[in-house]
Every structure is written in C-alpha cells, then in structure tokens.
C-alpha cells in the first residue's frame, strides 16, 4: 500500500490523476506540484474564448475551490520541480526542498518549442499558459499586423481568432499547408483554402530566418526566400516540448518524453500521463499525445496503475480544434502517411466526413462540421473495419447528412 | 442525482453519449450535448458521473 503520492504537475492530467487516486482508495498523504502559481485550469479554451475575450479566466478553473479542498492533498503551486532521485524517492524543488514519496506521477505536460532568435524583443509571443494568453489578449488589441509562426493547431487557431477580431494576419510555415502532418494532404488544402477565404495571408514552404526590430519592439519577420513580412506582433506557435528537463540525470528513459510501458509505468513506483508521457499504446505502438482529452484519459488509467492495477492504455485517441465557424473533430489516427477518402457529405456544402486507413483498416475518422457523425464512425475506427468494408458500408444510410 | 449541462461550453465531442447514452444525447446539426434525463435512474447514474469526468470541455456537473 502506498502512503505518500506526489503528482508532478497541476493542470488537467495531474489533477484528475490526484482525483484518480482519491477516488480509488488512496487514503494517504497527497501533494500536488505546480509550477504555475494559478489552480488547475484548462487550457483548450485559451487559444479560442479566452483569446477571444468572449471568456474570463475564472471561467476555465479547472475545480471549484471546494472540490479542490475535498482531495486533501497538499498543494504546492509556483513551486517548479527541479530534479528527481528515483533511488531515495524524493521529488527536488527549485527552491531547494524536497519532497519524499512512494508512488509518483509525472504530468509536467510540455513546454512550447522557441525559435532560436529573436524572443528577446516585445511584441513575441508564446502561448501556452494563462498568463501567456493574457498577454498575447492585450498585445492583440493594439495590434494592426499579426505574423504567426506556425500552421499548427495553436497557430490555426489563433490565425482565425485574429481575423475574427479585423487584424492583418500572416500564418508561416515551412510545410507546404497548415497542419499538414496531422490531416495530410488532402484536408490540409481545405485547411489552406479557409484560412485564405478569410484573408488570411498564408506563406507555407518558407521558413523564418530572423525576426527584426526597432527600439526593442518587433517589427516583421524575414523568410527564407528572401522576403520580408511586416508585423508589430509576432506569435511563435512551432509546436512543444516535453516538460522533462527537471528529470535529466534521473535514469528513466527520456526520449519524446517520459518512456513509459503499455501501463503508463516508467520505472518502479513511478507513472506518467499527459504531454510528457510517451506510451507503448498495444497495438499501435509508443505515442505521445498533446489533447486534452487524452490528459484525461490517461492521468486515470495511470493512477489505476499506480495503485496495483494492470490496465493497459490503449485509447482511441479524440481531438478538436474550432477554427472560424468549422470545427473539425477527429478520432484514432489521421496523419500525412495515411488513406484519406470523404464518405459523407462534400467540401463545398461545409459539411463532410472522412475515415483515414492504413491500406488494411480504418485508423481514423474526422469530421468538418458534422460532429455527431464523428461518434457513429468512431465505431469503425475502435473495430479497426477493414477499409473497403467500412467505406462500401457507410453509403447504405449508416451515415446522414442533412442540413 | 441531478445532472446539469452547459450547453455554452459542449464542444459536441459525444463522450458523454459513448459513457451514457441514457442521460445524454447529440443534436442533430452540431452536435451539441442534450439532457434526456436530468436526473437519472439509479443504474444509469455512474455513467452520468463517467461522463461529467471525461467530458473534454467541462460541461456537465453531477450533484449528488
């Protein structure tokens, strides 16, 4: 039986594996790190409502502060970890205390990637906390001009929600079209088209060299094709890193993040979830997830585990993003290396479903504006149907689209 | 138990229909969340927890 769990991060994975834990009988000493000084909130919203400003922080919190209280754990916010001694069990904080366990979880999440210039000047940006947001929210409203590094989820996001609010946008990226590794080709082009329909200027297949200046304040950003892109305000958006330096020197094995085995164990004693976690998923194989709902997922099969249950993780994988008015659901696996076909619905009525295969079965299946049709092909993507079965079935009226 | 939704907050990702197709539902055209039953019946009332648990954007609360 343990007698004294520390969880590693507060936000959405740490959280619910600390109320994991509660609800599976853990009794004992409970502690919380965070290196953030806010309660756990939840981060999708800050790119989209909060950004928008049509949201207040206070409507992200995570947990009331009478369900926080409830857990009886220790809360240790503001109070980053620095190390970890997996041999004598204690968890090093940067301000030099230390704190012992029997049972650890590892949910630091992951850091945004920076470009190697240029963010020492004001008006660059990353976005990944509350504050960050905050800040890009005030820098956005007196912005006229707005260049984002990066076609990714966040920078798709963000593109949108900037020209929502009038301003001149420019969303770069060395990659021929906005999220092409996680859509592919196909659904990247439609990605291309709608951000250009809404004036957004897209310069994809050219990298940044350099981000200028004046007096400190950024001013625009060189590309490698020699041209220049005029910008008072600057989001660098090129993806995230596993928060696990504090964990170098530790021994566990660090590669895309904290390796764990297909029970989210990285080493005796010791889970991950969340960001940080790399998992051997059975069946598919080790995987990293950034979405929220695997934070979820994850933290409460992990805290199972840690517990003394062998539940292996293997998920089908769920996420969203919402970009103007689409909002684009996806679940399992969509990628750039995989089948693409549109069973349901066309692109031009703003409406479709498409499955993704691996030229066996079906891996993936997203939806641009039909949401509920997402749950029903999830069907597939869970039975793994073998692609030409699922494709002759879904014509037969499994599948609906109607205005 | 009574179970209450946000409908402001669904972002329609159905987990609550996959947990509890008793208690929730998914409109037709955005597939927001709808309530089929605000307060459950007793064996449908841990998958209404489930739900609030998973659901990825907070948008249902359980008061027991």
């Known amino acids: 039986m343990l007698s004294q769990v520390v969880v590693v991060g507060a936000s959405a994975a740490g959280l619910t594996a600390a109320e994991a834990l509660r609800r599976e009988g853990f009794a004992g000493e409970l502690t919380v790190i965070g290196d953030e000084v806010h309660p756990p909130y939840d981060r999708p919203p800050l790119s989209k409502q909060i950004l928008r400003g049509g949201w207040e922080p206070d409507r992200i919190v995570l947990r009331t502060a009478d369900l926080l209280a409830d857990l009886k754990a220790s809360w240790l916010l503001g109070t980053p970890a620095a190390g970890l001694d997996p041999v004598g069990r204690k968890v090093v904080l940067a301000d030099g205390r230390e704190i012992g366990y029997d049972g650890l979880v590892i949910a630091t999440g992951a850091t945004p990637r920076r470009l190697p210039f240029g963010h020492d000047v004001a008006g660059v940006h990353l976005l990944r906390t509350l504050d960050d947001t905050l800040a890009l929210r005030d820098g956005l409203r007196s912005a006229g001009s707005v260049a984002i590094v990066g076609a990714g989820f966040l920078g798709a996001e963000v593109a949108a929600v900037a020209r929502e609010a009038r301003l001149e946008v420019t969303m770069i990226d060395p990659l021929p079209a906005p999220m ?16 250009q329909s809404r004036g957004v200027n897209l310069r994809c297949g050219v990298g940044v060299t350099a981000l200028t200046g004046d007096d400190g304040r950024v001013t625009g950003v060189d590309l490698s094709d020699g041209s220049h892109v005029t910008a008072d305000l600057v989001l660098v958006a090129i993806g995230a890193i ?32 969340g960001d940080v976690a790399s998992w051997h998923h059975p069946g598919i194989g080790r995987r990293r997830l950034e979405h929220r709902m695997n934070a979820t997922e994850q933290a409460t099969i992990a805290a199972k585990n840690l517990l003394g249950a062998q539940l292996p993780f293997a998920p089908v994988s769920y996420f969203w993003t ?41 891996t993936g299946a997203l939806t641009w504006n039909l949401p509920r049709q997402a749950r029903l092909l999830r069907t597939h993507v869970a039975n793994q149907t073998p692609w030409q079965e699922a494709l002759a079935s879904i014509p037969t009226g499994e599948l609906e689209v109607g205005r | ?25 998914q409109r037709d055209d955005d597939g927001i969340a709808v309530l089929l039953a605000e307060q459950p019946p007793a064996d449908a009332e841990e998958g209404a927890r489930e739900a609030a648990r998973i659901c990825p954007a907070l948008a249902i609360t359980v008061a027991e």
């Open chain 2, 1 to 25: 138990m009574k179970v209450v939704l946000d409908q402001d907050r669904c972002i329609g990702s159905g987990q609550c229909v996959l947990s509890s197709p008793e208690v929730f539902d």
């Open chain 1, 322 to 362: 919402d970009q103007y008015d689409v909002k684009l659901q996806v679940y399992g696996r969509s990628g750039d290396d995989l089948d693409f076909r549109i069973v349901a619905g066309t692109p031009t009525e703003d409406r479709f479903a498409a499955l993704y295969g691996n030229g066996h079965h079906v």
């Open chain 1, 180 to 195: 092409i590794r996680q859509f592919g080709a196909e659904l990247a082009g439609l990605l291309a088209q709608l951000h």
């Open chain 1, 242 to 273: 596993p928060a696990t330096t504090w964990l170098a020197g530790s021994g566990l094995s660090l590669g895309d993040g904290v390796e764990c085995d297909q029970y989210c164990v990285a080493a005796p004693g010791i889970v991950a979830a």
